[in-house]
């Protein structure tokens, strides 16, 4: 693992009296997430400033500009409350002086190691990312914070600042309004009032989500029923590293050529597969097309680890449902209007299932393209939140099962996530070492390709990385 060395820590809060005491109930779109294991996102640039340099002149401008971006970002300062019986709620609340911890570190290691591509030991990076303090009792609820930050300087060469987040508070489009705010006020030197032209106000009120079909009551008695008494957002430490102490994580890259190549691929198959019926309504987006292509790679590359292990496949093996997990942003699908900077969970959870032989035959990817190109399409036409009042039981099933989940979006942008320091040069997501998913973000290149992130075991990875090769090379462009 990366050795890291702390040097300060800080409790930051929004300027004094700048945000009102302030209860966040959470919406039916909030309580799933109390399941997910906490958002992990580092974000790293080149730096080629010294130790001393650091310290005077960028870490009180980080210090300062954090503070009065969580005036406009106050829930990641807040504490999400915990009742420890039901049928109770549990929700979010703000008070004057809350905070959330930043940790300044500094570390020898290889920082262009840590930005490669290439494969390495999954827990390589996991010491750049902050801990979130423990729970602790406080009239009758478990009462923690909700997000920290670490800052670690790689002296002369680069900087990463890590973040740690309960997704029950936000989705990823929170976030990442919330990080380019916090770059934008950061990158004018302090001044909240220099923000970037399209960097409007989060919207706070929870009561812009309707809940006609009453899902709210549905879901949090599901949760209850699942978590039992004392639930917890999050896993101990040790046990979260020990979860990944056999694994390599690894980015692939997409891309557009490789796109363009893989969907005309899809679309030849489609045209000779006298098995479909609906050759003319698949929706082949970019999406689509990689989620099918890596989905299939990965559950060929958890065959391969079965063989090495002397567990050779069987009828009910192949028979086995293998899940995919995606979610598609809400904001402009419902039938009531929401804002684009409504600040909390406004996703929709899309679960699919296939067979194991289905994605491990000769026309496994298309299959997994119509599967997931049909949900997409029918979010576009009004089938937002189809099934939305089984999303506790499905993850439950998909989380004991033979899992794949996307975590990011490409349409987040995080590469232009601009501190002041040159381009992001690399964007990981720690957390799908242990959630089972794989992070799409755009390529850094801007040119309409992919980033993929994922963590297997090393004969997994071995495979995986066959397969994706191989995939590369049978592409043809266009």
């Known amino acids: 693992m990366v050795q890291i060395k702390i040097l300060h820590g800080y ?35 080149d730096f080629p ?11 009180p401008l980080l210090i300062r500009s954090l503070s009065l971006c969580l005036r406009r970002f106050f829930p990641f300062a807040a504490n999400l409350v915990l009742p420890i019986a039901p049928p109770q709620k549990p929700y979010i609340l703000y ?22 591509d290439e494969a390495h030991d999954a827990t390589l990076i996991h010491p750049l990312v902050p801990q979130l303090p423990p729970l602790c009792e406080s009239d009758g ?24 987040f309960l997704h029950v ?3 990823g489009k929170s976030f990442t309004h919330f990080m380019k705010s916090w770059a934008s006020i950061h990158r004018s030197g302090g001044d909240p009032t220099c923000v970037d032209p399209d960097d409007l106000s989060p919207f706070h009120d929870r009561g812009v989500i309707k809940d006609p079909n009453g899902l709210e009551p549905i879901l949090l008695k599901d949760w209850w029923s699942l978590v039992g008494p004392s639930p917890s957002p999050s896993p101990n430490p040790s046990e979260a590293l020990l979860a990944v102490a056999d694994k390599v994580r690894a980015t692939f890259v997409l891309r557009k050529a490789h796109i363009d190549g893989l969907k005309a691929q899809i679309l030849s198959q489609l045209k000779n597969d006298e098995l479909d019926s609906e050759s003319d309504s698949i929706h082949l987006s970019t999406f689509v097309a990689t989620c099918a292509f890596i989905w299939v790679c990965i559950t060929k590359s958890k065959g391969e680890e079965h063989e090495r292990q002397d567990q050779p496949s069987s009828k009910t093996d192949d028979d086995k449902l293998c899940y995919f ?42 299959h997994a393209a119509r599967a997931i190109g049909r ?26 099962g033979d899992l794949v989940a996307v975590a990011g979006s490409p349409r987040q942008k995080v590469y232009d996530t601009d501190f002041g320091w040159g ?56």
């Not at 979010?379 to 089984?390: M, P």
């Not at 980033?451 to 994706?468: C, H, N, P, Q």
């Open 49 to 59: 400033q010294s130790a001393p340099s650091f310290a005077q002149t960028t870490l």
């Open 95 to 116: 008070s004057d002086g809350d905070s959330l911890y930043l940790t300044i570190a500094e570390s020898a290691a290889d920082f262009s190691e840590l930005i490669s």
């Open 423 to 478: 381009r992001l040069r690399k964007s990981r997501m720690v957390h799908i070492d242990v959630s089972r998913a794989i992070s799409l973000v755009e390529s850094r290149d801007a040119d309409g390709g992919m980033e993929i992130g994922l963590a297997l075991t090393r004969v997994g990875m071995k495979k995986f990385i066959s397969l994706f090769e191989k995939g590369l090379k049978s592409f043809r462009p266009l």
């Open 169 to 171: 508070v936000a989705d």
């Open 325 to 366: 997990v995606f979610v598609a942003d809400c904001r402009d699908r419902l039938e009531y209007s929401i804002p684009s900077t409504y600040f909390g969970n406004c996703l929709d959870i899309c679960f699919l299932s296939e067979k194991r032989n289905t994605l491990l035959g000769k026309s496994g990817v298309l």
């Open 11 to 45: 409790d930051i809060s929004p300027p004094a009296n700048s945000v009102p005491a302030t209860s966040l109930p959470l919406t039916f779109l909030d309580i799933p997430w109390l399941l997910c294991c906490p958002m992990q996102r580092l974000f790293f640039y």
């Open 141 to 164: 609820a478990r009462v923690g914070p909700v997000m920290a930050i670490q800052v670690t300087l790689f002296p002369d060469k680069g900087i990463c600042i890590g973040v740690q």
């Open 375 to 400: 949900r997409v399409k029918e979010i576009g036409t009004r089938g937002a939140l189809r099934g939305a009042k089984e999303w506790i039981k499905d993850f439950k099933t998909a989380d004991d």
